[in-house]
């Protein structure tokens, strides 16, 4: 696996034995190995949208195996207000640290800064393009509850048009001939340039508007927000907020058994009654963004191999 100095930006970067590679790193760093191996280097986050676990998650990360961190969560206290270019910031900041972690809401911004950088950038979510670092947690929590990526009958629920995190997922479980379900209101549809890509990869799905057209098992429901921060209509979200919701009385039929997977914040897509039962694992989901995201930290400057 050739991840040192590399940037992060799109799962469509990694071919099939890299993210095999980096999932089972992330495992072993959850099982206690590499402890203390980022001491010395020091991670940037620059957050120019609102996040709480994928910030923290990274901070927690980089602090707990020794490192250090600096950046920002709120751009209108860095030099962006005053009318600095994110090119200009990211020459910058690279000059400051070994790693930099960045979300901002503009498509291909992290692709910009990984041109302008000398050190590792990773994309931590451009717009509603990628989110490459949330998928590899999600494959993580995938392979820790099954074993494998192999041949996963997986549903995705909600906002597929704008969530990035389906965008990504969607492309990473093309390489594992998997079966999707893509779940949504016909506003919300999966954009045509990931159906290209997994018709390329000829990965089977098929296209619901809801959970009661499914026919067969699901193994795993991922279940999206509506970013409704996305929607330039307000009346186009309205059409749509509300239009799904995950109860206990939900999982029966093709979803007795399902794994119930969300990348966090739900709104009021999973009733908390969900919580409790054996098919909920998205708190544990988002526990496994510290090991996943130490080992890639680990494995782009270099220390863990
Ligand atoms: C997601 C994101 O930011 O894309 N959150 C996360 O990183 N876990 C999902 C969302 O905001 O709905």
Redesign the pocket.
Known sequence: MDLPGRSIISIRDFARDEILGIVDKALEVKAGEWADALHGKVLATLFFEP?T??RLSFEAAMVSMGGRVIGFADPNISSTRKGETLADTIRTVTGYCDVIAMRHPVEGSARLASEVASVPIINA?DGANQ?PT?TFLDLVTLKEEFGRLEGLAVGMLGDLKY???VHSLAMALSLFGGRLSLISPPGLRMPAHVKEELDSAGTRYEELRDLGELTSDLDVLYV??I?KERFADFQEYERVAGAYRIRRDTLTGPCTRVRLMH???RVDEIAEEVDATPNAIYFRQAHNGIPTRQALLGLVTGVIR
């Open positions: 996040s676990r994928t979510g989110h949330q969530g990035r995190t999206t927000r970013q990348p966090l914040p």
